[in-house]
């Protein structure tokens, strides 16, 4: 069974703290994303890496930064964590070369409060 | 840019109901197009896609047909259940130029009742 694993289910952190979510897939894919969830905003793309070591911004990259060390694991760093990060944030992983077709696979989610 | 506009939620309905939630889609491309679901405590899921004009995409019920005349991409079910309670997000996906890049819209929440 294909996974992508996010390594919190919940998080709170304090204003100011340097916030690392991981992310974890086992399917070789190329692709990966992350993106944030909010009500009445949908999924918006934060930023996404195509191969280890390369990155791309999303719609909403501003307080983030990613970090693809491996191929299959990609980290989304909140450098100062602040109060407008406080969302749902969702990884996926995609497979490159198959076509926007192809579908794209999703962790469970983490859940960051920041207070 | 491209994008995706869904209906507003929440979508509150008894069981067996017709479920229609509509989607529009702006794109420069010609788009594969998703539908996504969300139940509670979970991540996404895909529920169906389709790729072409007039193709249609089917699964657990619910179809949804690729109009590009209309550009649109309504999801519907004939009989709804409580199972199928969870937000649902349509989306889509175009060509090499954006990395395969997913765009969603904002999501519909579907509440069915007993």
């Known amino acids: 069974d294909v996974k992508v694993t996010q390594s919190s289910r919940y998080l709170v952190k304090r204003t100011g703290e340097k916030v690392f979510l991981e992310c974890v897939q086992d399917m070789d894919h190329e692709n990966m994303f992350w993106y944030r969830q909010d009500p009445g905003l949908g999924l918006r793309l934060i930023y996404f890496?195509?191969?280890?070591?390369?990155?791309e911004k999303g719609d909403i990259p501003e307080g983030y930064s990613v970090s693809r060390e491996k191929k299959e694991r990609f980290s989304l760093i909140l450098e100062s964590a602040s109060t407008n990060q406080t969302s749902m944030y969702l990884c996926?992983?995609?497979?490159?070369?198959?076509?926007?077709?192809?579908?794209?696979?999703f962790g469970q989610g983490t859940r960051l409060t920041v207070v | 840019g491209d994008s995706v506009t869904q209906m507003e939620g929440p979508v509150t309905l008894s069981e067996e109901a017709f479920l229609t939630i509509n989607c529009t889609y702006t794109a420069t491309g010609y788009p594969s197009l998703f539908w996504y679901v969300q139940y509670p405590g979970e991540g996404l899921q895909l529920l169906l896609k389709?790729?072409?004009?007039?193709d249609k995409g089917s699964n657990k019920g619910f179809e949804a047909t690729y109009r590009k005349e209309t550009t649109s991409f309504h999801l519907e079910k004939g009989s709804v259940q409580v199972s199928d309670s969870a937000v649902y997000f349509c989306?889509?996906?175009?060509?090499?130029?954006?990395?395969?890049?997913?765009?969603f819209g904002a999501g519909t929440r579907l509440a069915v009742h007993p």
């Open positions: 989306a889509l996906s175009a060509g090499p130029g954006g990395y395969n890049k997913l765009i």
């Open positions: 890496s195509y191969d280890v070591k390369m990155k």
């Open positions: 996926a992983s995609r497979l490159r070369g198959g076509g926007p077709s192809t579908e794209a696979f």
């Open positions: 389709a790729t072409k004009a007039d």
